[in-house]
């Protein structure tokens, strides 16, 4: 694919990768293409969280410029069978495990190919079986940002990991889909977006029914937190574009009980 590479590469990893670690991926990929501009959207991520990782990558991925390469390792897999892999969008690159903690974010962004990484000419000489985020993935995403061609990292492959929070379905006229994060507000933040809630028919004003883990409520959709009473609980699209199950000025969560990877069902 043929585009202006911007030389920018951002580092997303769960919280096992910092300090030294998160080091050590920055000096390989200054090693092999100087010019890159890194930058860290978080290491932060809770452990072996797939799911908040994807959301994190999911919600940042859009904003950067085109051609830059996202690295998200967050693997809980590293050292076995599953495979390190290269995604490439229809604006930008993802680097990371074949485990879908790069397929939200991917999907958003208009996923065109998925690469295994098996040329070993772009990697470190000695793979390590516990640290792939230094040997493998810094290295891959350096060689990308310097312009080598996603192919050149080995075969195509078409069965890759899709989990299933990465997209929702349509059951019986309902929206099916999952928790993907809860905020720091207490806000639940769902795999459901607009397009979905379009093919429902659902619109700002209604009330729409949102079942949580089996437990249903009648709830305002909105296009603010405020537009209904302190400790009313709402639903709107939220700015990652997905839907949030809310209460103005307390915790969704809280009220709803609810955890990521709970069930959430939507009907009007």
């Known amino acids: 694919m043929e585009r202006l590479r911007q030389k920018i590469v951002t580092l997303l990893s769960d919280f096992g990768l910092r300090g030294s670690y998160v080091a050590e991926m920055k000096a390989?990929?200054?090693?092999?293409?100087?010019?890159?501009?890194?930058?860290?959207?978080?290491?932060?991520?809770?452990?072996?969280?797939?799911?908040?990782?994807?959301f994190v990558l999911a919600s940042g991925a859009p904003y950067f410029p085109d051609g830059t390469v996202h690295v998200a390792v967050?693997?809980?897999?590293?050292?076995?069978?599953?495979?390190?892999?290269?995604?490439?969008?229809?604006?930008?690159f993802f680097v990371g495990p074949d485990n879908g903690v790069l397929m939200l974010a991917a999907l958003k962004e208009g996923l065109r190919h998925v690469y295994a990484i098996e040329n070993t000419q772009y990697m470190l000489p000695r793979i390590s079986k516990t640290f792939h985020g230094r040997d493998v993935f810094a290295p891959t995403a350096a060689y990308l940002a310097k312009g080598l061609a996603a192919p050149e990292f080995g075969s195509e492959i078409k069965d890759y990991v899709v989990p299933t929070f990465s997209k929702p379905c349509l059951k019986d006229n309902a929206i099916s889909g999952e928790i993907l994060h809860i905020d720091d507000f207490g806000n639940i933040i769902t795999n459901i977006t607009l397009d979905f809630l379009d093919k429902v028919n659902v619109c700002e004003s209604q009330f729409i029914t949102v079942e949580i883990a089996k437990e249903a409520a009648r709830l305002k959709f909105c296009s603010a937190y405020g537009d209904v009473s302190r400790n009313e609980a709402l639903v709107l699209v939220g700015s990652h574009d997905f839907l949030e199950v809310s209460v103005n000025q307390g915790s969704a969560a809280e009220r709803f009980r609810a955890k990521r990877g709970d069930s959430v069902l939507v009907w009007r």
């Open 28 to 54: 390989i990929i200054m090693n092999k293409c100087p010019e890159a501009r890194i930058v860290d959207v978080t290491h932060e991520i809770d452990k072996f969280d797939i799911r908040m990782g994807a």
């Open 74 to 92: 967050v693997d809980p897999g590293v050292g076995t069978s599953r495979r390190p892999i290269v995604v490439e969008s229809s604006r930008c």
